[in-house]
């Protein structure tokens, strides 16, 4: 079954969280195989993203669908994966080329260094004007060194946006999607992900908590394999025997992350709206009516020249969504 378990060590400055995502992985898989699957490195890259965006989710107070994004100039020109407040995930990739199964993520994303990695935290309820909160970062670290590790352009990305240390721990396949998260807690402040100002507290502690740099070190002993086979409680006392765990189970019981696609015809509707009446005027000339497919969960909208041209006569105003 898949799970999400959130922790404490205490008395010590750390936080973590661990998931393991193997029906809804599999659910997922089971859609894409319809239109043909993923290479095998296409498949284990979107499986860590997906584990990380789950992490993340889980870490931070805010409402509304946490979105990780790689785009760049190899043959995998896009993976996206979009996580909603109650944990439903959805996840895809755009290929233009081919991908050997044991690509790197240079190899199918950064080929010329220009990849990018893009976190976008959009509201649930947004307020008029307010916008969706993003951050990019490179798929190279500071001395312009190509990152060929996901985890680490991650751990990078919270050093540079919310200065915290951060370990990840990520493995995938074709049946399950898991990662461990460890970081030290901050030491002011909420140090949320898309905080308004960098806390000046959490930029000094870098590197400084030896609790924190203990728990990393037994954290990153964690090989991909038995993050991929053991179960939760294995892992954690594998690597955590030692220490003192406080876990947190939210009110309504186990956090279950799973697979559902928040696509819907109105949301389609939306979409085309904001594509403009002559556009989806021209479409309706060349091809008789719109058709859109999810590249998520495979489902197909159809709208004939009547629904077509209902969009833009039921006073309904252009919406806007981060994803469609």
């Known amino acids: 079954m898949s799970e999400l378990q959130k922790f404490i060590f205490e008395g010590l400055p750390v936080r973590g969280a661990i ?28 499986g860590e993203m997906t584990a990380a965006a789950l992490l993340m989710q889980a870490n931070i107070k805010f409402n509304g669908a946490i979105i990780l994004q790689i785009q760049g100039d190899g043959p995998l020109k896009l993976a996206v994966v979009e996580v909603q407040p109650d944990f439903s ?57 190509p990152i060929n590790v996901f985890s680490k352009v991650l751990q990078h990305y919270m050093l540079q946006s919310e200065q915290l240390d951060t370990c990840l721990v990520l493995a995938a396949n074709d049946q399950l999607a898991a990662g461990l998260l460890i970081q030290r807690l901050p030491m002011a402040g909420e140090g949320n992900l898309g905080a308004e100002n960098a806390n000046v507290a959490n930029e000094d502690g870098i590197g ?20 991929l086979t053991l179960d939760t409680e294995s892992v954690l006392h594998r690597l955590f ?66 629904d077509a041209a209902q969009l833009f006569t039921d006073g309904s105003a252009p919406a806007s969504d981060a994803i469609q």
Do not use: H
Request: glycine fraction near 8%.
């Open 19 to 46: 998931v393991r995502l193997d029906d809804g992985w599999q659910a997922m898989q089971a859609v894409r195989a319809q239109s043909g699957a993923y290479p095998d490195a296409v498949t284990a890259l979107l």
């Open 241 to 306: 025997w030692d220490e003192s765990l406080a876990r947190f189970v939210p009110p309504e019981g186990p956090i279950q992350p799973r697979f559902a696609c928040s696509c819907s015809q109105d949301r389609v509707s939306s979409m085309l709206r904001n594509l403009g009446a002559d556009e989806v005027a021209d479409i309706i000339r060349e091809q008789g009516n719109v058709e859109v497919g999810c590249e998520f969960c495979g489902a197909q909208y159809r709208f004939d020249p009547i």
């Open 89 to 145: 995930v959805r996840a895809t990739a755009t290929i233009k080329g081919e991908i050997a199964d044991n690509a790197t993520l240079t190899d199918m994303v950064n080929v010329n260094n220009e990849g990018r990695c893009a976190i976008t935290l959009d509201p649930k309820d947004r307020m008029p004007g307010q916008q969706a909160y993003q951050g990019v970062v490179p798929l190279f670290d500071d001395e312009g060194k």
């Open 208 to 227: 400084k908590s030896e609790d924190y740099n203990r728990i990393a070190t037994l954290a990153m002993s964690l090989k991909a394999e038995e993050l």
